[in-house]
Antibody
Framework: QVQLQESGPGLVKPSETLSLTCTVSGASITTYYWNWIRQAPGKGLEWIGFIYHSGSALYSPSLKSRVSMSVDTSKNQFSLKVSYVTAADTAVYYC??????????????WGQGTMVTVSS | EIVLTQSPGTLSLSPGETATLSCRAS???????LAWYQQKFGQAPRLLIY???SRATGLPDRFSGSGFGTDFTLTITRLEPEDFAVYFC?????????FGGGTKVEIK
């Protein structure tokens, strides 16, 4: 059974960097594309970007200047950094698997999500 | 960027009824690149439909997806109490991947 688990600080100060990690269990991170998606309180879903085990990544144009992702294959983890955060970055952050490798062109597995609040 | 507009915003129905949810794209989307998700309060989204009409593993056949081009539909027949939730459509026709604003299916 594939499971994803987000971890990281729940509170970040404005202008600082938000850092989150997603630990993958039950599947190798060397397969699939791994994504970050966020949801501001009471709002819809926003795709942040994805990373492949090779390190190649694609970011949403709206966040590209402040986002970076990385992968640690030895730990079966991938990570997200968002720099210069503001209150607008307050959201639940989800990690999710893109299932295209087995024919499912969608986010087929999601983490439970972690709430990150930007506040001084 | 492809904008997905979902309607209605809220659908008030009774158990046993049929829910018809619409997702309209600002430009044509390949059918293989349209998915639907269900989200219950405080939970992560759950994949329901991919490729516009393919059901995710274990999904009851009460759920069905259809459509092509710019107009897609999620239909839920014989609504069960556990079906009352928010539903999102999502495309993958290039970057950025985007989601619709959601339709809330609530108990009437």
């Amino acid at each position: 059974q594939v499971q994803l688990q987000e971890s990281g600080p729940g509170l970040v100060k404005p202008s600082e960097t938000l850092s989150l990690t997603c630990t993958v269990s039950g599947a190798s991170i060397t397969t699939y594309y791994w994504n970050w998606i966020r949801q501001a309180p009471g709002k819809g879903l926003e795709w942040i970007g994805f990373i492949y085990h090779s390190g190649s990544a694609l970011y949403s144009p709206s966040l590209k200047s402040r986002v970076s992702m990385s992968v640690d294959t030895s730990k079966n983890q991938f990570s997200l950094k968002v720099s210069y955060v503001t209150a607008a970055d307050t959201a639940v952050y989800y990690c999710a698997r893109w299932g295209e490798v087995h024919g499912v062109k969608a986010f087929d597995i999601w983490g439970q999500g972690t709430m990150v609040t930007v506040s001084s | 960027e492809i904008v997905l507009t979902q309607s209605p915003g809220t659908l008030s129905l009774s158990p046993g009824e049929t829910a018809t949810l619409s997702c309209r794209a600002s430009q044509s989307v390949s059918s293989s690149n349209l998915a639907w998700y269900q989200q219950k309060f405080g939970q992560a989204p759950r994949l329901l439909i991919y490729g516009a009409s393919s059901r995710a593993t274990g999904l009851p056949d009460r759920f069905s997806g259809s459509g092509f081009g710019t107009d897609f539909t999620l239909t839920i027949t014989r609504l069960e109490p556990e079906d009352f939730a928010v539903y999102f459509c999502q495309h993958y026709d290039g970057s950025p991947l985007t989601f619709g604003g959601g339709t809330k299916v609530e108990i009437k």
